[in-house]
């Protein structure tokens, strides 16, 4: 429990796995999810029974908030989901984490065959 509590992506004192795995400086959450927030402040809502009021903006019209909170990011797959699910909020957008994670381990591995050829 300890070991997934520590990286857990709703932990706001979370290290970030990926972040460390490649010497990256972590971007700090509440830096991404203050952003994600005021970015966010002016979006129309709408109501949803049994649930939040929600924003009714979803996917393509949120990829360009998407797009600067990956550069703030430093396009860390981890940290992005992170923000979103710690933001307060509640934001739908076109984020896939496995295909984030999985082009991000593609790019780490090919950098490191690079650094490592001889």
Same mark, same amino acid.
């Given at each position: 429990? &300890?070991?997934?509590? $520590? =990286? +857990? ?6 290290? #970030? =796995?990926? +972040? *460390?795995? #490649?010497? &990256? ?14 970015? #966010? /402040?002016?979006?129309? !809502?709408?109501?949803? %029974?049994?649930?939040? &009021?929600?924003?009714?903006?979803? =996917? ?5 908030? @998407?797009? *600067?909170?990956?550069? @703030?990011?430093?396009? #860390? %797959?981890? +940290?992005?989901?992170? /923000?979103? !699910?710690?933001?307060?909020? *509640? ?8 295909? *984030?994670?999985?082009?991000?381990? =593609?790019? &780490? ?5 690079? $650094?490592?050829?001889?």
């Amino acid at each position: 429990m &300890e070991k997934h509590e $520590r =990286g +857990c992506t709703n932990n706001p004192d979370r290290v #970030c =796995g990926l +972040c *460390e795995h #490649c010497g &990256e400086l972590q971007t700090d959450l509440s830096t991404l999810t203050v952003f994600i927030d005021s970015y #966010c /402040a002016d979006l129309p !809502r709408v109501k949803i %029974p049994e649930f939040s &009021e929600q924003l009714e903006a979803s =996917g393509n019209e949120l990829d360009p908030m @998407l797009k *600067e909170l990956r550069d @703030l990011a430093n396009n #860390c %797959p981890a +940290c992005i989901l992170a /923000a979103l !699910r710690q933001a307060k909020t *509640e934001t739908w957008t076109n984020f896939s984490f496995k295909t *984030e994670r999985d082009a991000w381990w =593609g790019e &780490e591995n090919e950098n490191q065959a690079d $650094r490592n050829h001889y």
